[in-house]
């Protein structure tokens, strides 16, 4: 089945560390670039980061931008998020999302996210 | 950056045409036409609607259209039914090669 399955969510103390995957299954995951997105419970969708399909392009949002690391890892077919000094606002569901290279804005398959809590 | 601008609701009875903007800048919206729309019921992970502006990808039912005049992008769904009620989300690239969402709006079929 054609799917983007995430893991590592959890609870973390603010200033922590913690390293979320997205795994793709059943499609050729190094044609696809690769982005996060973050919502907060009955909240709106917010942009996180993205990667290219060879894993050597990567952007972020304003407000991670120097505490997020975006990776891809084409073999294992999986993307990841390395989330450092976690802060209280950082607290949401992180879901992942592809889009064919080439078609710009096509984000037709997306996983069903990991909770990440940032709370004392 | 901040979100693009949405309305926070609209509405309308089953069969009508309602609209949803979207109103960004010459940095996102205005800038090119990289602009999607996706609907999201709750629980369940966003759909795409709408791409490139007005690209609807396959089994996207036709009722569902997308339009941009400068820098505000418009989602209309012409002939709403009931299954239509969600929240529906803009995005856009931008010129800092990031991409933003819109605020979310709301669709109640009344």
């Known amino acids: 089945e054609v799917q983007l399955v995430e893991s590592g969510g959890g609870l973390v103390q603010p200033g922590g560390s913690l390293r979320l995957s997205c795994a793709g299954s059943d499609f050729n995951f190094r044609n696809y670039w690769m982005h996060w997105v973050r919502q907060v419970p009955g909240k709106g969708l917010e942009w996180v980061s993205r990667t290219d399909p060879a894993g050597t392009v990567t952007d972020y949002a304003d407000s991670v931008k120097g505490r997020f690391i975006v990776s891809k890892d084409n073999v294992k077919s999986t993307m990841y998020l390395q989330m450092n000094s976690l802060r209280a606002e950082d607290w949401a569901v992180y879901s992942c999302?592809?889009?064919?290279?080439?078609?710009?804005?096509?984000?037709?398959?997306w996983g069903r996210g990991t909770l990440v809590t940032v709370s004392s | 950056q901040s979100a693009l601008t949405q309305p926070p609701s609209v509405s309308g009875s089953p069969g009508q045409s309602v609209s949803i903007s979207c109103t960004g800048t010459?940095?996102?919206?205005?800038?090119?036409?990289?602009v999607s729309w996706l609907q999201q019921t709750p629980g369940t992970a966003p759909k795409l609607l709408i791409s490139e502006v007005t690209k609807r990808p396959s089994g996207v039912p036709d009722r569902f259209s997308g339009s941009k005049s400068g820098s505000t992008a418009s989602l209309t769904i012409s002939g709403l039914q009931a299954e239509d009620e969600a929240d529906y989300y803009c995005?856009?690239?931008?010129?800092?090669?990031?991409?933003?969402f819109g605020g979310g709006t709301k669709v109640t079929v009344l």
């Open positions: 995005l856009s690239f931008t010129n800092r090669n990031t991409w933003l």
């Open positions: 010459s940095s996102d919206v205005g800038g090119h036409s990289r």
């Open positions: 999302t592809r889009v064919l290279d080439g078609l710009a804005g096509h984000f037709d398959l």
